[in-house]
């Protein structure tokens, strides 16, 4: 089984500011088509998760563009490049190349 | 605009049967390429996946609760269920049923959720 690992924890952060979340797998997510098999989700408080960033870097419809998803193989980033108070919550990243699939810990970030 | 919701007892005993439906609305379970799925979250904790199914039947399972989960789909009804036997007090959690694409060998993407069910397992 391929187990994902995130840090920070916690991540308290300044409206403004930039905030950036590690997320790294016990396997290499890239396929020979060369896609890298990690989404991000973000659950805010008392909600369902809902879907950031799909195959690595690509953003789901309708989610705003301060949020990016980079790297590749083993290690990847999301990156909030302008915090919003709205953007508290649980961040998780999943590994989807192979079932069954796997969430990493989660990092919860808060407004200071 | 799909909408998903979950359905089922809120409240289930030790060594029984967990089930629990996910109604599907705004859109067909039918259309091709996605499948429908279940996700598990305790209390507190992260999330795990449970098991998805396609529409026409062909269905994942996590291998660590497979022994103990059926999940069925029912197109006439534009819904799936999940059943997940001999539960325990472990199993208490906010389940929830989303929708996800397919690469061909795996999920990924899950894009639309229900607002979920907690389900306690207590005598």
């Known amino acids: 089984d391929i187990v994902m690992t995130q840090s920070p924890l916690y991540l308290p952060v300044t409206p403004g500011e930039s905030a950036s979340i590690s997320c790294r797998s016990s396997?290499?997510?890239?396929?020979?088509?060369?896609?890298?098999?990690l989404d991000w989700y973000l659950q805010k408080p008392g909600q369902s998760p809902q879907l950031l960033i799909y195959?690595?870097?690509n953003r789901a419809s309708g989610v705003p563009d301060r949020f990016s998803g980079s790297g590749s193989g083993t290690d990847f980033t999301l990156k909030i490049s302008t915090v919003e108070a709205e953007d508290v919550g649980i961040y998780y990243c999943?590994?989807?190349?192979?079932?069954?699939?796997?969430f990493g810990g989660g990092t919860k970030l808060e407004i200071k | 605009q799909l909408h998903l919701q979950e359905s089922g007892p809120g409240l289930v005993k030790p060594s029984e049967t967990l089930s629990l439906t996910c109604n599907v609305s705004?859109?067909?379970?039918?259309?091709?390429?996605?499948?429908w799925g279940w996700i598990r979250q305790p209390p507190g904790k992260g999330l795990e996946w449970i098991g998805s199914?396609?529409?026409?039947?062909?269905?994942y399972y996590n291998p660590s609760l497979k022994s103990r989960v059926t999940i069925s789909v029912d197109t006439s009804k534009n819904q799936f269920s999940l059943d997940l036997t001999s539960v325990a007090a472990a199993d208490t959690a906010v389940y929830y049923c989303?929708?996800?694409?397919?690469?061909?060998?795996?999920?990924?993407?899950?894009?639309?959720w229900g607002q979920g069910r907690l389900v306690t397992v207590s005598s």
């Open positions: 199914t396609y529409y026409s039947g062909s269905i």
């Open positions: 396997q290499s997510l890239l396929h020979g088509n060369g896609n890298n098999y």
């Open positions: 989303a929708r996800s694409d397919s690469s061909g060998w795996s999920l990924y993407s899950f894009d639309y």
């Open positions: 999943m590994q989807s190349l192979q079932l069954a699939l796997s």
């Open positions: 195959l690595g870097s």
């Open positions: 705004g859109g067909t379970i039918r259309r091709s390429g996605y499948y």
